[in-house]
């Protein structure tokens, strides 16, 4: 087997959960800018990764629009340009914890990272192609192509895709830059989307085509994979695709079965975050959830993008093994929740779990 080929010389620092196609978790207990490296931010693809020439470059807007476009690499790059900040998280971040346990990539606490984006606000594309007034759905199309590899597979090879509520365009930047460099290929060189506060698979990478339609989408990434059942309004089972990122906390130091020593203080450090509500509070408790502590946010509240926090922890001179658990609140008093909630099935990994260090 060869050895040489996971991902690019630049992600040596990340954690392997798959090889084939690449899986890299950022180590979480690394944690300590605002914005994550480019070569430690978490990587997840589904397909091998592919090599696209920013020379013959083409992003295809059509569908409902008045004026279908096909705009190259050069283009794009000379259309104004918006940066922001937007922290992308997978809808299975975490599910390493669950038990029993589930199928999918193992990831633990790092399937998360926060970047600064650049690119052209899609509204700005829109406005060019002209938008049909009945249209209800964009449909981000990507060029990567493979066949899932869980139950139920497609009839044959597919290519990623995936659709956003057209009220949520506002937030989307068509991103061609990461943190100031030019977007690496694991990133989706030379385009990808990037929605704002949306579980990360809505952010397509490798992106050429954007359909407007005037039809919901209900291809397989957002039914089969990346959706739950629920009920619609005749009590009848249907799928619904993931869409943002619920309220969550999580510590990422210490690690899960640290030795810390007793009697000291240990400084406990972690991010929060949510959509499009801001993060308001975050507490700690170091027996179980029984007792808890307001931490200390670092950075600004803002929507879409993580709060770090920390927490001196007087550590007990008792020596034993210590539960500790993070919780957050937003802006309208929503809570992070204590429990799995099992509709998702392996994915929204957000409630608070226990994080259990041993005191020596
Ligand atoms: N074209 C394409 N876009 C994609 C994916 C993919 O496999 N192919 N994976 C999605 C998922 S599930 C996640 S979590 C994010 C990960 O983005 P990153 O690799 O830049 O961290 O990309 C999303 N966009
Ligand atoms: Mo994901």
Redesign the pocket.
Known sequence: MSTATIGSESNIGLTIRERDPLNLEYPFDQLDEFLTPNDL???????KAPVLDCHDYKLSIYGAVETPLKISYEELLAMPCVTKPAT?E??GNGRIFLVPQVRGAQWQLG?V?TAQWTGVPLTALLEKAGVDPHACEILFE?C?IGTPKEEPIPPGEIR?ARSLDIAKAKDVVIAYQMNGEELPL???FPMRAIVPGHY??A????LTGIRILTEPFTGYWQTSDYGYWDFDENNNPMRRALGPMPLKSAIARPRTREFIPAGESYRVFGAAWGSETFVEQVELSADDGKTWNPVTLIDEAQPFVWRRWKFDWKVPAEKGTYILKSRATDGQGNVQPDHYDKRFGTYVIHHTFGIEVIVR
């Open positions: 931010f978490y990587i997840r693809c589904h397909f992308l997978c809808a399937a990272s990507a990567d990623y694991d990133h989706g990360a698979m952010s397509v990478k490798w």
